[in-house]
């Protein structure tokens, strides 16, 4: 019994993208890369985590503009803090209009 070799061509693994009514085509990623990706992007998610766990954000007051927030209490609410004076009030129109 005699072997014959036969060329066998592999096609190359093809990903296409589509982006309304343009195509990109490219070669798949190795295995090994997608695998090394996954390892990164899975220890920047664990550092992002960390801070992202913390309730809140931190806003830097500034000299002239204001710092907006909702009464805990009544939603309806606004408080406004403005150069170290804090207002209670309503937003009518997109202005401010403090409460008496």
């Known amino acids: 019994m005699t072997k014959t070799a036969v060329n066998v061509q592999r096609r190359a693994r093809v990903r296409r993208v589509k982006f309304g009514d ?3 085509t490219a ?3 190795q295995r090994a890369l997608i ?3 996954i390892a990164q992007s899975t220890k920047a998610l664990a550092r ?3 801070r992202l766990s913390k309730p809140g954000v931190v806003i830097r007051a ?3 503009i204001p710092l907006f927030s909702l009464d805990s209490e ?3 609410v606004v408080i406004r803090t403005l150069d170290g004076k ?3 009030g309503q937003l009518v129109d997109g202005i401010f209009q403090a409460i008496a």
Request: proline fraction near 14%.
């Open 62 to 64: 500034k000299k002239g």
């Open 35 to 37: 695998k090394a990706n």
């Open 74 to 76: 009544d939603p309806d």
């Open 86 to 88: 804090t207002e209670r």
């Open 27 to 29: 070669p798949a990623p």
């Open 22 to 24: 343009v195509v990109i």
């Open 48 to 50: 992002a985590a960390k």
